[in-house]
């Protein structure tokens, strides 16, 4: 019976030496083992523990791989300070100390790039609303100019027409006056023959009978011939005349309604006290270049019969009084206007002046408001530059007097607006020469702003 007992041999990879299982032969005739029991026991014990110490040490090595990396971060030390609340809050000071005036200019950039972006929008938007305004103002001009032209170029029409006509009937009259005098010709020529056919001789009865047929049938055959021409001449008398019955009856409807504003005018004369109640039309209504203009026509290219030339000159210098009178009433009624627009402006500054200061009671926002309320009031045109305003609030006090936030608050409940416009700037020695060219630069203005959203004219 063969027994086989095992062992290991061999090098791990950390450089420890392994035991491998090896097997040796014990015969059956082998004498004096009476261990031989316990032996295996133990072979089998020592087998399982090599197994595990094997896998101890794999996982040993597992565990171990990162020792380097560890063995570095363990050899550094690592130091804490504490450092004093009173050093933190000095160092924050001394922070925002050094940060705040750039800080400050930079915020003042911003805000006057700002406003003149603002003022630039705003510019640009009424320079629109200008141009929308004179295109529909161009467009109406040229249409009340269009239908006063084309009344004018009517009426001149008419009287050429009548002028053509009447040349035309003058010419038919001497026509029909010629033709009846060549008839009355002819027949005191027929009476004369007939007077002498008595005296003439029996013998030569029948020799004279065929020349005095022949001298009656011709003069016959003639008065037929200016019978049918009298009779055309007559009906184309009669339609010329129809036609300037025609002409004739227009001509007299204007009359009658010249005729009719001259009396209204008269009447409008008579009672210059009470209120002046004649609104004149569309053509009168339109501009006083286009009064001058139509003045103009009516002297040198309207063709008008010298009978009728001074009703017209009367109707046309009663309407441009009366369109010159309603200019001087509408007029009266603007600087009415002006004067209680004035009045409420004053007041409401006032109002506006007590208001700051009850709002506004700590610091200096409230004085300083007030102020530049009384400075754009004093104006001439409501309105002061900005650049001004900061010769009284300079920039370096701004913490003391607070312009700028004044005027924020001013803009935001729509007292004020902020404007860029290039104006003529003038120094004392462009004044002096008059001939020297003004220089043209952008100020930013500050205008005041009322309730209806205009601004102070």
Known sequence: MDYSRQGYAGTLANGSTSYQPTRRTIGPNSNGLPHLPSLRRCVSTLERSTQLLISTVSLLDQATSGYSRLKTITSHTKEYELV???????????????????????????????????????????????????A??????????RSGLSNIKRLQSLTRRKEELSRSVTELDQVIEQKRQEFAEIANRIEALEKSRPTSDNNDNNHANRPTKRLRRDPSNESRELSIIEQERNREVLKRDQELEIIQKRIEEKRNILNELKHKTEAQHSHSNSQDRFSPSALWSMYS???????????????????????????????????????????????NELNKLGREKTRKLAQMRILCKQLFPEGSIGITMVRVLELLGESPQN?????????????????????????????QVGVLELILESREE???????????QNDEKEHLILRIKFDDGSTAA
């Open 84 to 134: 004093s609340e009173e050093d933190i809050a000095n160092a924050q000071v001394e922070v925002a100390r050094e940060i705040e005036p750039e800080l400050f200019k930079l915020s003042q950039k911003a805000t006057q790039s700002i406003y003149e972006l603002e003022a630039q929008e705003y510019k640009l938007s009424q320079q629109v609303q200008a141009e929308e305004a004179k």
């Open 136 to 145: 529909e103002q161009r467009i109406h001009r040229q249409k009340s100019l």
């Open 289 to 335: 270049g286009h009064y001058h203009r139509l003045e103009e026509v009516l002297q040198r290219e309207l063709l008008v019969d010298p009978r009728d030339k001074s009703a017209y000159e009367e109707a046309f210098g009663r309407l441009s009084s009366a369109y010159l009178r309603e200019v001087d009433s509408r007029q009266t009624k603007t600087d």
């Open 383 to 411: 309105e002061i530059y900005h650049k001004e305003l900061l010769k009284e609030f300079p920039l370096e006090e701004e913490g003391r007097h607070n312009l700028n936030r004044v005027i924020n608050i001013l803009k």
């Open 426 to 436: 003038q120094t004392e020695q462009q004044r002096d020469d008059e001939g020297q």
